[in-house]
């Protein structure tokens, strides 16, 4: 777009996010309003690129799922057995090819109702903030075509998603019942314990909840150890989000301090003070 902020800046601003993001979801906005403050870049324009970062997020985690079922496939198997496989078998436990396509009928149906409602009640509020959000992360997920550097850009959407999947794996060595888990196991504790960061603020209560079922069906108990090992993984995000959220927020005025200037804003010719 044109602006060049410093890296630091953008780094503290994305530690101050996470920092507020542990008690309420506004650390999306906390964020543009630390680059918008010390960097001069406008808010709207920085509101998008949030509206491309989490629609990538999205996608990521959409991969991650997807992995996860290729890699452990049995796995997944028995966390929806009897839940799912109920919706594609008849009464005498054969594969129903009859409630697949009812299935796959009723998912269209939905898609184009719920189309044509939007298009149809575009004028009410609730419908076009819907639209909104559709079109916005649709814009998201193309905007990428503006990019310099792309491959760069997906060099680095899958670095953080790989460092997340070594931090999960990491944690498992820190207790002998699951030190014996490999880095695909913790690919299905990975993408359940995404699912709980997104429930919850900051995660708290479900990233645990939910990495200790996924990890008893390694074998795992889910108490004390698989309690253990999600308590674990997420006090050590919370550690690091508390740590550096607040170096960063006693930093970020005191590096940009000499930045902050009053400057002249000029309006029909003349120069006023802010």
């Not at 996860?68 to 090819?97: C, P, V, W």
Request: net charge positive; glycine share 8%.
């Amino acid at each position: 777009m044109g602006y060049k902020p410093s890296r630091l800046n953008c780094f503290l601003a994305v530690m101050i996010g996470y920092l507020v993001n542990i008690g309420a979801r506004l650390g999306e906005v906390v964020k543009c309003t630390v680059i918008a403050r010390y960097e001069k870049v406008p808010a709207d324009k920085l509101v998008g690129t949030v509206v491309a970062e989490r629609a990538f997020d999205l996608v990521s985690l959409a991969l991650v799922f997807g992995l996860t079922l290729i890699f452990q496939f049995d796995i997944i198997h028995q966390m929806t057995a009897g839940k799912l496989e109920g919706l594609f078998r008849n009464s005498q436990g054969q594969t129903s090819y009859i409630k697949i396509i009812v299935l796959v009928a009723i998912v269209v149906a939905l898609f184009l109702i719920g189309k044509w409602l939007l298009n149809r009640f575009s004028h009410i509020s609730i419908a076009q903030k819907i639209k909104n959000i559709i079109v916005n992360i649709w814009h998201g997920l193309t905007s990428v075509k503006d990019l310099k550097n792309k491959p760069l850009f997906f060099f680095y959407s899958i670095a953080i998603w790989g460092l997340y999947l070594l931090s999960t794996w990491f944690g498992f060595f820190a207790i002998s019942a699951t030190s014996h888990l490999g880095i695909v196991d913790a690919l299905s504790v990975l993408a359940m314990g995404s699912v709980g960061m997104i429930i919850s603020p900051g995660g708290i209560g479900a990233y645990a909840l939910l990495v200790a079922q996924t990890v008893a069906f390694y074998g795992i108990p889910e108490t004390p150890y698989g309690q253990a090992l999600g308590w674990l993984l997420w006090f050590g995000q919370f550690l690091s989000f508390i740590l550096f959220g607040s170096v960063s927020f006693i930093l970020l005025p005191r590096i940009n301090k000499k930045r902050i200037t009053i400057e002249p804003v000029y309006e029909n010719n003349t120069a006023k003070n802010i």
